[in-house]
């Protein structure tokens, strides 16, 4: 059984009327939650996914004394699909923070030395993501939502060693703003910006973080399809070309 | 690459021409082996024996099973594979069973083991196998010895010379399944098992019949 | 990846280990040494090891996990508690799950799955000793145990890691470059294809560099094959009766 999504797309259509390399309506509403640093949520298309930033004093790892902490944590809630039970996050929400994380870590977008305050203290970013709607492209709503909480993500004032809550000493020190751009293969071709139900159909996904200067900072390859070097290539050109649209939100 | 080569897969075997494949793919014209096996090329078909790989079933193969579940309307029998086959009551039993009044264990129980011949198997791999069949029967006694399925030739010999031979040294009743179990009964039965054991682990070496028949001598 | 550190990665064109940067750690393949399994495979990348088993395909349950008209095919990374400089907790973490998940789809793509409806086929990858490239060296031992256990494949799967440090770029990554070096790439491929199954990637590198490292993992997945080709055909050689 084909259904339309299927006979659209091996048209070359889809059937919500975009082309192949459009992205959906993208919507985003800052500061959702006033008990956040910062935080953000995304509605690229019918998918909505929220991320807020929390900050807490921590202890910084051994090898990087004068460093900042990131955690990047990742939750399909089960008020985002039919599919999902609540519970632990299986290992796509697992998946998702983990590139979430590459991203934000590899692309320098943080100034991690920024966050130092004393001899064995600096601050932990916690980056919190949730899916509310589950409607396909998580990876590029996730990592735009958690860049738009970073940029508006404020640091808490510190007196006599503990946090003053809703009282801030300055902005998180951010460098850049990497998005994601999710490339799927489908035949031959190429499309962005999935729908779930598009998602179903396609087995190669290459996901392609690109920083503010078009470098790329992580590369993650989805699904049992494969690709050819010369594919990649093109998939590296149109994520650099799209990214600058998904950047200019931030 | 010529018929007993040793194929990997991916390994490029040669042009298609028409030909069947088996345990081969194809793009377009070139044909490669999907498994590690021995090449057999002939004008009708380029095809791979497996080295390895467990027991699926067939139609027509002639396998023992053993009962392991038996059910309103016929039995569960364990293959030695991933699939179970069942025995359906049409095709175990010629005589008319009221099932309203008889247990179907009174035919055929849990544990019970059969030599019979797998009839149907469709393409989700629902497998059934059938009683009805000239040497098809339940097995009494004996017991059942495993060896990995791709063996099984070489435990039957050319023309069923190698089995024929432990038989009749052994002075055993031997039933082969292609899926590897081997049921064996009476007279010297545990030569006859030694005798299996190393055509399994040396199925590979020559001179293999001159061994066992001095194993059957000793 | 990517960390802050004042060791000196490369000295004089030799890395940390001695080697040239296109150069591979002594490699070592053995086939089927878990008896028990229907395939497995051993293979050492200098001081890293993998051990993997495959089981399978063998009936799945409970049902609802059947597809009906395809086997699954599910693996399991884990590292053993000694194989890494601290203790490692032995319950799986958030970085296993996510390699295993990866590797699920490096492997996927390369076997017929479609042939054993119903069926799962598992695969244990377990880590004895680490010192980077972790995921890419199981990968290798794992194509070698789906081999051995007589799955049919679309080819053998072949992986190495590169990297660059500063300009230079290497090959099959150490512990320590794995940590430190600027940019890293994992990749597994279906080599006499040509065909990616596996990709990652973390760093900050223009797209020339990022293809230019794609070629280099090309040519050493290329060498690995080769060595899993004679493995395999050393384990299985046949000589002929009558």
């Known amino acids: 059984m084909k259904n339309f999504v299927e006979e659209a797309l091996a048209q070359g259509k889809r059937i919500d009327g975009r082309d192949f390399l459009s992205f959906r309506k993208i919507e985003i509403v800052e500061n959702v939650s006033k008990k956040a640093e910062g935080s953000a949520l995304v509605k690229m298309g019918e998918t909505k996914v929220i991320a807020g930033v929390k900050m807490d004093i921590g202890e910084p790892f051994k090898d990087s004394p004068n460093e900042g902490i990131l955690i990047v944590n990742a939750e399909f809630s089960p008020i985002s699909s039919p599919n999902i039970e609540p519970g632990p996050p299986d ?160 | 690459m010529q018929t007993r080569d040793i194929v990997l897969p991916g390994m490029y075997i040669e042009e298609r021409k028409g030909r069947k494949l088996n345990n081969c793919y194809s793009e377009g014209e070139k044909v490669y082996s999907k498994v590690l096996g021995i090449l057999k090329i002939s004008e009708e078909e380029i095809s791979v024996i497996p080295l390895a790989g467990k027991y699926i079933p067939k139609v027509g193969d002639r396998v023992v099973g053993v009962i392991d579940e038996v059910e309103v309307s016929g039995w569960w029998v364990d293959i030695n594979s991933p699939y179970k086959a069942f025995l359906p009551i049409g095709e175990a039993l010629e005589e008319f069973v009221d099932l309203k009044k008889v247990d179907l264990s009174r035919f055929y129980d849990i544990g019970d083991v059969i030599f019979c011949k797998i009839s149907k198997v469709t393409k989700n791999k629902i497998v059934q196998v059938s009683m009805k069949d000239m040497i098809a029967r339940k097995l009494f006694g004996g017991a059942i010895m495993k060896i990995t399925p791709f063996k099984v030739p070489r435990v039957i010999g050319k023309g069923g010379s190698m089995i024929e031979l432990i038989k009749s040294k052994t002075k055993t009743e031997i039933y082969v399944g292609q899926n590897g179990l081997i049921w064996v009964k009476g007279g010297k039965k545990e030569k006859a098992w030694e005798c299996i054991s190393t055509i399994e682990k040396e199925a590979h070496t020559s001179g293999l019949t001159e061994k066992i028949s001095k194993m059957l001598e000793g | 990846m990517g960390k802050k550190t004042n060791i000196q990665l490369m000295v004089d064109g030799r890395r940390i280990d001695g080697r040239l940067p296109e150069q591979l750690r002594e490699i070592e393949m053995k086939i089927g040494e878990i008896e028990n399994a229907d395939g497995s495979a051993r293979v050492r990348f200098g001081n890293t090891e993998a051990l993997v088993a495959v089981y399978g395909p063998r009936s799945l349950f409970p049902k609802f996990l059947q597809e009906s008209d395809m086997a699954i095919l599910r693996v399991v990374y884990s590292m053993a508690p000694f194989s890494v400089d601290e203790r490692k907790n032995p319950a799986p973490d958030r970085r296993s799950i996510e390699i295993s998940k990866v590797t699920k789809d490096a492997l996927s793509g390369a076997v017929f799955l479609e042939e054993f409806p119903r069926t799962v086929i598992d695969v244990y990858e377990y880590i004895i000793q680490a010192d980077g490239s972790t995921r890419v060296t199981a990968i290798n031992a794992a194509s070698l145990a789906l081999a051995s256990a007589g799955i049919p494949m679309k080819d053998l799967v072949a992986a190495c890691s590169v990297g660059k440090i500063g300009d230079v770029l290497i090959v099959d990554l150490c512990g320590k470059e794995d940590n430190y070096s600027e940019s890293d790439m994992a990749v597994a491929m279906m080599p006499s294809k040509g065909l990616i199954t596996l990709l990652q990637m973390d760093g900050r590198l223009t797209k020339e560099e990022v293809l230019q490292l794609l070629k280099k993992a090309e040519e050493n997945c290329k060498k690995i094959y080769e060595m899993q080709k004679k493995a395999l055909l050393e384990k299985f050689k046949v000589v002929g009766e009558d």
């Open chain 1, 91 to 250: 290992e796509n929400a697992i998946e998702l923070a983990r590139i979430v994380d590459r991203v934000i870590r590899e692309s320098h977008s943080i100034d991690l030395e920024k966050l130092f305050i004393e001899e064995g203290k600096v601050w932990t970013v916690y980056v919190d993501l949730t899916v509310l709607d589950m409607k396909g492209n998580l990876v590029d709503a996730c990592v735009l939502s958690s860049l738009k909480a970073l940029w508006n993500a404020k640091i808490p004032k510190i007196e006599d060693g503990k946090i003053v809550r809703e009282e801030f000493s300055g902005k998180l020190p951010m460098v850049y703003k990497p998005v994601t751009v999710s490339i799927c293969k489908y035949n031959n071709n190429f499309l962005i910006d999935p729908t779930d139900v598009e998602e179903e159909l396609i087995n190669a996904k290459l996901v392609v973080g690109v920083r503010d200067d078009d470098k790329i900072c992580a590369i993650q390859k989805q699904g049992w399809g494969t690709f050819h070097i010369s594919e990649i290539e093109r998939c590296l050109d149109l994520a650099i070309e799209k990214s600058k649209e998904l950047r200019r939100l931030i």
